[in-house]
């Protein structure tokens, strides 16, 4: 299967946005936003090891019918939910909160983010990478909690907004 990577997202798998804490990605509906960071966020709980991807968007339902659908559907489509690391060993567990990587014992964490659940961002450990899905409705209180709570060595927050 060819994966097409948008020329706006060139530079997040090519890497030059590696430096920079804050990522914004701002367009209309159907523009590949959600696609394109997904399938970042796929390679990356690939490739790297030990660390904890957050996707979050408002409310967690949200998340299980869109963000965690996004996931599945990109898993399936690209036949990895039928490798096995050892016999009876999936590569991927995938849960309505959560796809484990066997591989390299990456999670990547579906969670709601509004300010009822924030405060439970803090305890989570070795967050490199974190999305927030129609960004433009969250509260500043919960970036004043989730900026300094991913720390990890060149982490950072993707946002995707819509018009």
């Not at 070795?126 to 970036?143: D, F, G, M, S, V």
Request: some cysteine; aromatic content about 12%.
């Amino acid at each position: 299967m060819d994966i097409n990577i948008l020329k706006p997202f060139e530079p997040l798998f090519r890497g030059s946005l590696s430096d920079k804490r804050l990522i914004i990605f701002y367009g209309g509906r159907g523009g590949g936003k959600t696609d394109q960071i997904t399938l970042f966020l796929l390679y990356k709980a690939l490739t790297e090891k030990n660390i904890t991807i957050l996707v979050g968007r408002e409310f967690e339902k949200a998340n299980i019918n869109s963000l965690v659908s996004n996931f599945k559907r990109w898993i399936y489509a690209l036949n990895l939910d039928n490798v096995f690391l050892e016999q009876n060993v999936k590569l991927l567990k995938i849960t309505t909160q959560k796809i484990i990587c066997n591989a390299t014992n990456t999670d990547i964490l579906f969670l709601g983010i509004n300010h009822n659940s924030i405060m439970s961002i803090k305890s989570i450990p070795n967050i490199k990478y974190a999305w927030i899905e129609e960004a433009n409705y969250l509260k500043e209180q919960t970036y004043r909690i989730l900026t300094p709570t991913i720390i990890y060595q060149k982490s950072f927050i993707a946002q995707t907004s819509i018009k």
